[in-house]
């Protein structure tokens, strides 16, 4: 027994005695809390804003979630933020920044609080951090609660967009490279700004777009960083006739600001037309387009603007692309022009349809005698070259459909495109009770007739047999600009009500059947009866 316990002194003993734990103590952490922080921005409850350094009394909004079992109420909130961010109404918490929500929470939905903040000028657009403390009571119980929340929150500063020419200034009858800067002098950036070219937005007062051809018509230029800019550039071609004018091009911009919201506006790009050179003694007067895939005549007109004549007047004309010919000697003469006078040339050309939507640009020399002394003259002008829709209307008539008259009729193009959004118009004349209607028909495409028709209705009496309609074709050209054909025909329409004598005749075939069916069920009947009485007859006998 004294060696054991000897040994009992010396080795050490390993056993671990567990801790004891008290009666209703957890190991573990317990932090059961009613709401939950979701997100922090500038900006309401009903979408997040753009705020830059120096921006005064602008909402900063903290979103929370009632997590707990119960609805909460009387939601009240302090928020302290760094240096740079103050309360925009003064109080006398302490610097402190105060906001309260008179709704009820319940459970498992979101609550706002909005903070109204100033943003000193010398803050900087970067991330911040800031607490907030949220005071509220469970509905049906006494007492409030107060939790505590550290979040982190973006000052993102606001995008400027701003869009400007590099080159305002164009030249009539050419084809011009424009430049267009769009800039961004605010503090955010403008990410993914997408452009498009909007034709029939062009504001009232603006000189109009038409036989104005623009070779683009979209354009994404990425991200426009704060205090940069970026550039795209199109082509516009520029008929004579504007000249001296101010064109007003209208664009379309999309991008996202720096809280990511897509925003949608618009910007007027404006290009100032000069006039036409005053140093040249000949004025050119040029056609603004040429069609495509057809033999006809360039129109060139010459103007002698000096007060003297000028005479043995030979003119050369060099397009810029090989797929337009000038189908005889590209060399022409007039004897001679007296001054303040005009005189047309009619040049034979033929466009294949390989620049078709395109402007060719023409070189021109001319070469004159004028007070005794030869002068050679270099220009240029530009037109476009057009394809050709030719349309026509055939075949309109009446026909029964599904029970209902329609006119019919169809539309041909004989042209080498297609016209767009072509619709088709009805109009009564002549005392016609037709009511007036109209039918979208879509593209009229080049292989094939295109069929409408359109239900005939009447606007008072009907008015049966001949009636004098006007059928009227609108559609656009690859510019987009309206064009309409008209012509007058003559439909007959029919009465659809039968009249009082086949209404006779169809009872009277109905009485017959009738009476044919009658007659058959008697003789049947008769016929059994007869049967069973002569068989009776002989039994007795």
Do not use: C
């Amino acid at each position: 027994m004294a060696i054991i316990f000897l040994l009992g002194q010396i080795i050490p003993s390993y056993a671990v005695t567990p801790e004891h734990i008290e009666p209703g103590v957890s190991p573990f952490e317990h932090a059961f809390n009613d709401i939950k922080f979701l997100d922090a921005y500038f900006g309401t409850s009903s979408g997040k804003i753009e705020v830059q350094p120096g921006d005064r009394n602008v909402p900063l909004t903290i979103v929370f979630s009632n997590i707990g079992s119960e609805d909460i109420a009387g939601i009240k909130g302090l928020l302290s933020l760094p240096v740079g961010f103050s309360p925009a109404i003064a109080n006398s918490n302490a610097g402190l920044i105060e906001a309260d929500n008179t709704q009820v929470a319940t459970s498992g939905s979101s609550f706002f609080l909005t903070f109204f903040v100033n943003v000193d000028k010398n803050t900087n657009v970067n991330s911040y951090t800031g607490t907030v403390q949220v005071t509220y009571s469970r509905v049906r119980e006494t007492g409030s609660h107060t939790n505590y929340f550290d979040f982190n929150f973006k000052l993102p500063g606001k995008s400027v967009l701003n869009m400007k020419a590099e080159n305002q200034f164009i030249q009539p009858a050419s084809n011009n490279q424009i430049t267009v800067h769009v800039s961004n002098d605010g503090t955010a950036g403008l990410n993914n700004v997408d452009i498009t070219l909007n034709p029939q937005s062009n504001s009232s007062g603006s000189s109009s777009l038409q036989n104005i051809v623009i070779d683009q018509n979209h354009w994404n230029i990425g991200t426009v960083a704060a205090q940069s800019s970026n550039t795209f550039s199109f082509n516009i071609f520029v008929p004579q006739s504007v000249e001296g004018q101010t064109l007003h091009i209208p664009l379309g911009i999309t991008y996202f600001d720096g809280q990511g919201n897509q925003i949608t506006t618009s910007r007027l790009v404006d290009l100032i037309v000069g006039p036409a050179s005053s140093t040249f003694v000949v004025k050119l007067s040029t056609p603004s387009y040429l069609l495509m895939g057809v033999m006809q005549n360039l129109t060139l007109g010459l103007e002698n603007l000096s007060p003297s004549k000028i005479s043995d007047i030979s003119i050369t004309l060099a397009p810029s692309s090989s797929d337009l010919k000038i189908l005889q000697d590209p060399r022409w003469f007039v004897n001679e022009i007296n001054p303040l006078e005009k005189t047309t040339l009619n040049i034979p050309v033929f466009a294949d349809q390989s620049i078709s939507n395109q402007a060719v640009n023409f070189d021109v020399n001319i070469q004159y005698t004028k007070d005794g002394s030869t002068v050679i003259e270099k220009q240029s002008f530009a037109t476009y070259i057009r394809p050709v829709i030719d349309v026509s209307v055939y075949g309109i008539d009446v026909m029964n459909i599904g029970g209902k008259q329609n006119i019919i009729g169809n539309i041909l193009n004989q042209g080498n495109i297609k016209g767009q959004f072509a619709t088709v118009t009805i109009v009564p004349i002549d005392n016609s009770n037709i009511k007036e209607s109209v039918q979208y028909i879509g593209d009229i495409d080049i292989d094939a007739p295109t069929p409408f028709n359109i239900p005939v209705d009447f606007t008072g009496n009907p008015t049966f047999g001949e009636n004098k309609v006007v059928v009227t074709v609108t559609y656009k050209d690859s510019l987009l600009q309206p064009h309409a054909i008209t012509q007058e025909d003559t439909v007959t329409l029919v009465n659809p009500t039968p009249t009082s004598n086949d209404n006779s005749q169809l009872q009277l075939i109905i009485l017959v059947a009738i009476a044919a069916g009658i007659g058959g069920a008697i003789f049947k009947v008769r016929k059994t009866k007869l049967s069973i009485t002569k068989k009776v007859t002989q039994n007795t006998s």
